[in-house]
């Protein structure tokens, strides 16, 4: 698959189902304001993706109009818990850095799966995605957008209960037309 048509389609997933059920109500701004950078890595080890990660957080401390990266590596890490332990290492570049407070990496994955949760569980979906991405974020923005929304700390749970009404079968039919 071509990046272009990766591209495509994670910014419709994007705009179908995280901003259209409203699951991260800071999403449509950025997009609209065209201050999400999506990225597709061609990387196809995991030392390929954290060179491709390095590179990205050098540009992001360049371009202060860029809110949000989507690194899309759609190569590497295909296991959901290969991915989750790659995280781990993804703490470790940031603090090696000196990045800890200045970016934050949300995780997204075709077969996300939070802690004491079954694989089928409907809130799983907040976090699945087409591919797998680490979603780089300015701490200030997200500090900014906390300050906006006084209730930031319910969009977690008003989401679950949102994803649970829905159900999971309802939500994977959603997340697979954004193919």
Same mark, same amino acid.
């Given at each position: 698959?071509?990046?272009?048509?990766?591209?495509?389609? $994670?910014?419709?997933?994007? @705009?179908?189902?995280?901003?259209?059920?409203?699951?991260?109500? !800071?999403?449509?701004?950025?997009?609209?304001? +065209?201050?999400?950078?999506? $990225?597709?890595?061609?990387?196809?080890?995991?030392?390929?993706?954290?060179? +491709?990660?390095?590179?990205?957080?050098?540009?992001?401390?360049?371009?202060?109009?860029?809110?949000?990266?989507?690194?899309?590596?759609?190569? $590497?890490?295909?296991?959901?818990? +290969?991915? /989750?332990?790659?995280?781990?290492?993804?703490?470790?570049?940031?603090?090696? @850095?000196?990045?800890?407070? $200045?970016?934050?990496?949300?995780? !997204?994955?075709?077969?996300?799966?939070?802690?004491?949760?079954?694989?089928?569980?409907?809130?799983?979906?907040? /976090?699945?995605?087409?591919?797998?991405?680490?979603?780089?974020?300015?701490?200030?923005?997200? @500090?900014?957008?906390?300050?906006?929304?006084?209730?930031?700390?319910?969009?977690?749970?008003?989401?679950?209960?949102?994803?649970?009404?829905?159900?999971?079968?309802?939500?994977?039919?959603?997340?697979?037309?954004?193919?």
């Amino acid at each position: 698959m071509q990046q272009h048509e990766i591209v495509r389609l $994670v910014r419709r997933w994007l @705009e179908k189902f995280v901003i259209e059920l409203n699951l991260c109500p !800071f999403a449509k701004r950025e997009l609209i304001n +065209d201050r999400v950078k999506f $990225v597709v890595s061609d990387a196809s080890t995991e030392e390929q993706l954290l060179a +491709d990660l390095q590179h990205e957080l050098s540009h992001f401390q360049e371009d202060g109009e860029i809110e949000t990266i989507l690194l899309i590596h759609p190569q $590497v890490l295909q296991s959901f818990d +290969d991915y /989750n332990q790659f995280l781990d290492i993804v703490d470790a570049l940031l603090d090696a @850095e000196g990045f800890l407070g $200045v970016y934050q990496v949300a995780s !997204f994955h075709p077969q996300y799966r939070f802690a004491k949760t079954e694989f089928g569980d409907a809130e799983n979906y907040s /976090n699945r995605s087409p591919f797998p991405i680490l979603h780089l974020l300015r701490e200030s923005g997200v @500090e900014r957008e906390i300050a906006r929304h006084q209730d930031t700390s319910l969009i977690p749970e008003r989401n679950i209960k949102l994803l649970r009404k829905m159900g999971s079968a309802k939500l994977q039919m959603l997340l697979q037309q954004t193919d």
